[in-house]
């Protein structure tokens, strides 16, 4: 640009000496020299404008680019000072749902603890109640032993041959009587002394496995019209098994007490195989020297009999 302008400063100059030269040659000269230093000086200060403006330009690109940085900058700050607070915010809001989490499991856990205890309290309260239940239904009886196997009766049975009305205490006397209404068929004591014992001394899954039997009496409607309606109240009652026709009456014979003991007193009776592996309850109403029990147990026993338990409404005294 120096040079272009320096090149018109001298055209110019040039023809600016050939006018004035014809009338002062000297002015002619320095006019000459004097358009090419001007012209120069122009163009210098032009090219230097340029470069200035161009450098100024330059400057508020940077100055622009250094803005723009600063600016991508702050926001990259921005967003990772963002991103730092989402994630401790995350952090403590995963934190505290943790601590949620732990608190309602830890509360959920003393929940079924404290459930768990009390239905254990309440099973063992439950048993203790059961097992006090069945102590004092078992303390109800008295337990004797009949030829090796375990027996029990309810009452003290006075016979009245040897003790007549009037010689026993009161509660003995109605006992008896009981006992005589019983063996006629017209009293139910039968029934709460079997539920008793059974209920005092078998649980309800022992009980399963539990049968009821009877010693027949001497003819098949005694032993009908003594024990049928007995062994099916407590059957109904209880979870047992009816076994009043495990053992039955094959034919009549004579009453004890009319022609006295006999020596085999299963003579007349059938004993069913449906006894076997099953826990006999042997009842009767009278026991005096165990005789009629011994011998029914043993053939019981002979028939796959588990056990044999004698239990009888008296005890003859």
Known sequence: MKTFCSIVG????????????????????????????????????????????????????????????????????????QHQYRLQNDYLYRRQYEQRIEEERRRREEQERRVAENK????????????????ALCAR????????????YRYDYYPVNRYPSGSIPLADESARRSVWNFKDG???????????????????????????????????AKNIRRYKSMCDAVAA??????????????????????????SDTTSNLYFSSDVYGKDIILFDDITTRGTSFIQAAAELKKRGARSVRGLFLGKTV
């Open 141 to 152: 009886f008295k337990y004797i032993s009949l030829g090796g196997y375990d027996a029990a």
């Open 10 to 81: 001298i055209f110019v100059g040039m023809f600016l000496a050939i006018i004035v030269g014809e009338y002062v040659p000297i002015l002619s000269i320095v006019i000459l020299f004097g358009g090419g230093y001007l012209g120069g000086r122009v163009g210098e200060y032009i090219e230097n404008s340029r470069w200035e403006r161009e450098a100024a330009e330059r400057q508020r690109e940077r100055e622009r680019v250094e803005r723009e940085r600063e600016e991508q900058r702050k926001r990259e700050e921005e967003a990772q000072r």
């Open 237 to 262: 009652k209880l979870p047992i098994q009816n076994g009043f026709n495990y053992i039955t009456v094959c034919f009549d014979r004579e009453d004890s007490r009319t022609v006295g003991k006999s």
């Open 120 to 135: 254990r309290k309440a099973e063992e309260e439950a048993r203790r109640k059961e097992q006090e239940r069945r102590q």
């Open 186 to 220: 017209m009293s139910s004591i039968g029934v709460g002394v079997v539920s008793d014992f059974i209920d005092g001394n078998y649980t309800r899954e022992q009980m399963k496995n539990v049968a009821l039997c009877v010693i027949p009496a001497s003819t098949q």
